[in-house]
């Protein structure tokens, strides 16, 4: 089985991390493993690198080091029965692009995403596609060093059919995901997972980017854990307007993330400290453009994205200022 893991952030590095020394391990142990990983990067300087110096895990009792096989020609993908999206929503077109001309009919192609802005897209594709949820926690201290800040479940699942081979594919991986200890699961549904953290993070990512805390630090602000109720409230009712089941009340949900990982940095909050930019769209956006299509007011949410937009548009023109 080949497996292809696109992406070299923090979620791309942390799997594959952990599935790598799996495999050594049980290469070592002569287990005869038929598998074959790779982690695919558009940037070949850092293709390069990365195949060079290897990654290191930290997961805060030990270090491991490894030396996956890293490339940046999409050609890899050839053959590849399943890969994994871990890029950024706002490089999902242009990594897509990037291995369309060697995807096949039955390949599956798992999008890692967080937001939805980008499903649309797979169903562009020529080949078997699905969504993967985690609640892995995952750091990139620097290019090639993640940490692991603490262990989730994570949930695969097809969108477009689900064919006896695919169904293969998805349960291979999932075996391999657990082996590597990260906790996997199927799921038949996997755009209710996909929601319910879209749900979590239209409370979290964007406050905590315009307000430059830790997640934990929302709960301690009144006016703060008020905006985050309401716009949370504001996707559920977008949700239901599409139909999408919601079990759990998103509200209560969101502010038990907020606790439980209290310290921890988003994802969001760590683009705007790198002055990279942000998924805002693909969250609190998705919700603005959703509720406009169907008539449903999302005040709260369209100022967060302009107050995101607004520090991310700053420091985006300082950047191309300063190159010219």
């Not at 992406?7 to 493993?33: E, F, M, W």
């Not at 029965?81 to 077109?93: G, H, M, P, Q, R």
């Not at 081979?165 to 209710?192: C, H, Q, V, W």
């Not at 709260?300 to 994205?305: A, I």
């Amino acid at each position: 089985m080949r497996i292809v893991i696109v992406g070299p952030g923090a979620l791309g590095s942390l799997l594959t991390a952990r599935i790598s020394l799996y495999l050594d391990r049980h290469d070592r142990a002569g287990s005869g493993q038929d598998v074959r990983l790779h982690l695919l990067d558009y940037r070949p300087e850092r293709a390069e690198f990365l195949a060079r110096h290897g990654l290191i895990l930290d997961d805060g009792s030990r270090r491991a080091h490894c030396f996956p096989a890293v490339t940046a020609d999409p050609e890899i993908c050839a053959g590849a029965e399943i890969l994994f999206f871990c890029v950024k929503t706002t490089a999902v077109a242009a990594a897509l692009a990037g291995v369309l001309p060697f995807l096949v009919p039955f390949q599956v192609v798992m999008a890692m995403q967080n937001g939805v802005g980008h499903l649309d897209r797979l169903a562009l594709l020529p080949c078997l596609h699905g969504a993967g949820v985690t609640s892995e926690g995952a750091t990139l201290l620097s290019a090639g060093h993640v940490r692991h800040g603490g262990a989730g479940l994570t949930r695969l699942g097809l969108l477009n059919g689900t064919p006896a081979s695919a169904g293969m594919i998805l349960e291979r991986a999932a075996k391999l995901f657990n082996g590597a200890g990260l906790a996997t699961e199927i799921t038949d549904d996997p755009l209710a997972h996909v929601w319910a953290k879209l749900l979590v993070n239209v409370g979290i990512n964007a406050l905590t980017a315009i307000h430059r805390c830790r997640n934990g630090e929302l709960l301690e602000s009144a006016v703060l854990r008020d905006t985050l109720e309401k716009a949370v409230r504001e996707a559920k009712m977008v949700a239901r307007a599409k139909n999408i089941p919601i079990t759990a009340d998103p509200v209560a949900t969101t502010l038990a993330v907020c606790q439980a990982t209290g310290n921890n940095i988003s994802s969001m909050l760590q683009d705007v400290q790198r002055h990279r930019r942000t998924e805002i769209d693909a969250i609190n956006g998705a919700i603005v453009a959703e509720g406009e299509r169907l008539g449903i007011p999302t005040p709260v949410n369209r100022e967060l994205v302009r107050l995101v937009r607004e520090i991310e548009d700053a420091y985006l023109h300082n950047r191309e200022q300063e190159r010219t």
